[in-house]
């Protein structure tokens, strides 16, 4: 019987980890510091002779845990200053090789950043690969940060940034970039963990956990190692998500969590109590949303309390925020059309979609008036090659083989006949025979511009404000259409304008390219056009101008409800940002914002 006090509990057993999970040392980290005052000593040993700047108590305690455990594992919330912990944790840990990887269109950033930062703290400068390979390797005199991107590391050579640089040091910037363990970069940030034991690993993110335990495991399996508070094996793991991650329905037969219940507070376990007790000892009680979230808040007590493991309730933020729902409804054409969509999974010109996701996202294009198709259209043939080879090119990349992380790489092995499994080199010679023979154009079609208008009439309702769209086609249109420019390829607009430097005014952005790492607290009113189903990507969104030192009162983001699937995807984010804040106990921008629903 657990401690709670329901008997037979079915659910998460005890096992040999979770009782080195529970065994685990605890401490309070904002406790220690603030009793040690290790923040003002480490600011005064760390910043220059003439340095003005101090360190947040989150970041004293990021660094000091990660020069006592050589590993830390931080989601410090969007801009309570991951760059600083970056630009100092290879100074505090003594590395010789420290490697930074953050996305591409922050890579130009951070460097400035890295040279802002040394005016007033002690640490390496920030510098590319192509720097250090003017330098010897092994000559001692040299101290510098590599700073490497993401996607740079996705490319098919790019094995070679940890092959030649060997770093004894990786930080990761933005680190939910590395939770597709699918992804071409995180197969080879794995396998050279993997491989390289002792080499030192930090992960920085404000949004490290979406909607499964996943999003983070591997993660803090690399920084941490045999002092994780998770599982270490996968089939314990999949115990552990079965009973925490966020899933659509809260059914029955969905495991319960089980002896996880024994890391929730006893204030938590009275309720726990009273609800079996109101179920008249019905077991099925445990699945509910009430039960699920104090499972979640249970190992929220056990992940916050282990050395090495920097969570935090939120930011200072002071201003409110205010997100608020506009029902802007396309043309009944337009509307005949998505519901041609739903049903006969066709395209308004006829085309097949081939699966439901195809068929979402084109009900998601047509929210905004238009629609993605190829011109001219390809021919059957080509289709069912393509079809063909790209469907076992998928298996080969899901069954993990040693250095096959990309579609190149695969078609290079098979052509290299170093992969001959069944029917591979069948379909990919025949895929090879044809594809040159048709180049993909891809063309937006306009099928109806009442989304359009509404959002130019919006804009000259708020001419100071940023203009969020999901779709290149819809911001280059609406560009054309009220002259202001549009940022979208790494943040720059159709003249080579920095989104920065608009300052305050008004400014069309695409979600892609801005949604991480940028400061644009100079605004304080946005328009989400097309808004994404993902908690982490709009608690991201939100942060940029919702922020730490926003001058305004109030921040405000409106969003655009104009087809049943952004309605949906809504609520899907809410749900996300429910299991991230019970989980890690970071307080989400989605769930503490006032909510209005301000119709057309």
Same mark, same amino acid.
């Given at each position: 019987?657990?401690?709670? &006090? ?14 080195? =999970? ?25 910043? %220059? ?26 989601? #410090? ?16 840990? &003594? ?25 007033? *703290? ?13 330098? !010897? ?7 510098? %940060? ?52 002792? %080499? ?14 996943? !999003? ?18 996968? $089939? ?48 099925? =009680? ?14 929220? !007590? ?5 050395? &090495? ?37 066709? %395209?308004? !010109? ?38 063909? *080879? ?33 029917? =591979? ?32 009439? *919006?804009?000259?309702? +708020?001419?100071?404000? #940023? ?7 819809? &911001? ?31 400014? #069309? ?33 939100? $942060? ?47 769930? +503490? ?8």
């Amino acid at each position: 019987m657990s401690s709670f &006090g329901a008997p037979q509990i079915v659910g998460v057993q005890p096992s040999a980890e979770f009782y080195r =999970v529970a065994a685990l040392p605890r401490r309070d980290w904002l406790e220690e510091i603030q009793r040690d005052e290790l923040r003002d000593r480490m600011t005064s040993f760390y910043r %220059t002779p003439w340095g003005k700047q101090r360190l947040h108590l989150i970041q004293a305690a990021t660094l000091a845990e990660l020069h006592d455990l050589r590993g830390v594992v931080a989601p #410090i919330p969007a801009g309570e200053g991951k760059t600083l912990v970056s630009f100092l944790a290879p100074f505090v840990v &003594g590395a010789e090789r420290p490697l930074l990887l953050v996305p591409a269109g922050l890579r130009e950033k951070t460097i400035r950043d890295f040279k802002l930062l040394s005016q007033h *703290w002690m640490g390496p400068r920030g510098i590319t690969i192509e720097d250090y390979r003017e330098y !010897n390797p092994y000559e001692a005199r040299f101290k510098g %940060t590599v700073i490497e991107s993401y996607e740079m590391l996705s490319q098919k050579d790019g094995q070679q940034i940890f092959d030649f640089y060997k770093p004894d040091l990786v930080i990761a910037d933005e680190a939910q970039k590395l939770k597709n363990l699918e992804a071409a970069c995180t197969k080879k940030f794995v396998r050279f963990m993997r491989a390289n034991t002792s %080499t030192m690993f930090v992960p920085l993110s404000g949004t490290m956990m979406v909607r499964s335990l996943k !999003n983070f495991w591997h993660l803090m399996l690399f920084a941490l190692r045999h002092h994780m508070p998770l599982p270490r094996t996968h $089939a314990e793991l999949e115990r552990w998500c079965a009973a925490i991650d966020e899933k659509k329905d809260f059914s029955p037969n969905r495991p319960h969590a089980g002896v996880l219940f024994e890391f929730a507070t006893e204030v938590d376990k009275e309720k726990l109590r009273q609800l079996v007790a109101s179920a008249r000892g019905n077991l099925a =009680v445990l699945n509910s949303p009430e039960a699920i979230e104090i499972a979640r808040k249970s190992l929220q !007590n056990r992940l916050k309390s282990t050395p &090495g493991v920097i969570l935090t309730e939120g930011t200072t933020v002071q201003a409110s925020l205010r997100i608020s729902r506009l029902d802007w409804s396309p043309s009944r054409k337009c509307q005949d059309y998505l519901k041609q969509v739903r049903e006969t999974a066709e %395209t308004p !010109n006829g085309d097949i979609l081939l699966d439901g996701v195809a068929v979402w996202k084109q009900c998601r294009e047509l929210g905004c008036g238009f629609f993605y198709r190829w011109e001219p259209a390809a021919p059957e043939e080509w289709l069912k090659r393509r079809k063909k *080879w790209f469907k076992k090119a998928r298996t080969l990349l899901a069954m993990g083989l040693q250095n096959i992380d990309s579609l190149g790489q695969v078609e290079e092995a098979v052509a290299a006949g170093r992969l001959n499994y069944a029917g =591979v080199h069948e379909a990919y010679a025949g895929w090879r025979e044809i594809m040159h023979t048709f180049e993909i154009n891809v063309v937006a079609e306009w099928v109806d511009d009442t989304i359009l208008n509404h959002t130019l009439a *919006w804009m000259k309702k +708020y001419p100071r404000s #940023i203009v969020w769209v999901e779709h290149r086609a819809f &911001g280059f249109k609406l560009s054309e259409l009220s002259g202001v420019g549009f940022c979208a390829n790494g943040g720059f607009d159709q003249k080579g304008v920095f989104i920065d430097d608009y300052r305050g005014r008004q400014v #069309i952005a695409s979600i892609e390219s801005n949604h991480e790492g940028r400061n644009l607290q100079a605004w304080h009113r946005n328009l989400v056009v097309s808004m994404l189903p993902n908690g982490g990507m709009w608690e991201q969104l939100l $942060a940029r101008t919702h922020r730490p030192f926003q001058p305004e009162d109030t921040v405000f983001y409106d969003w655009v409800a104009s087809s049943s699937e952004q309605i949906e995807g809504f609520q899907n984010a809410l749900r996300d940002a429910a299991c991230t804040q019970h989980t890690l106990g970071q307080k989400q921008r989605l769930l +503490y914002a006032d909510h209005v629903e301000e119709g057309s």
